[in-house]
């Protein structure tokens, strides 16, 4: 029995240590509904779209950083192309 639970928390460790030592890949994009006005950052590594389907992309191009779209959001809110 020792023995197991000695074997099983290794091999959370070395789990835990794979998962942290591989980068994550995402990228966003700045959305904005149709009907609020309201712009939303989307994670582009979720595998579903966005629900409901009344939405505009408003930034094409892929940012990279979740900082960097925030930026980019702060900036459409300053000249009023997102309500809040």
Request: glycine share 8%; with cysteine.
């Amino acid at each position: 029995m020792r023995r197991l639970c000695l074997f099983a928390a290794v091999a959370g460790i070395a789990v835990s240590a794979l998962a942290a030592a591989s980068p994550a890949q995402a990228s966003f994009h700045l959305i904005r509904w149709q009907d609020s006005g309201f712009c939303q950052i989307w994670d582009q590594s979720i595998p579903t779209v966005p629900y409901p389907g009344n939405y505009t992309v408003v930034i094409d191009s892929e940012v990279p950083t979740f900082g960097d779209a925030l930026v980019l959001k702060d900036g459409l809110l300053r000249n009023g192309t997102c309500a809040f």
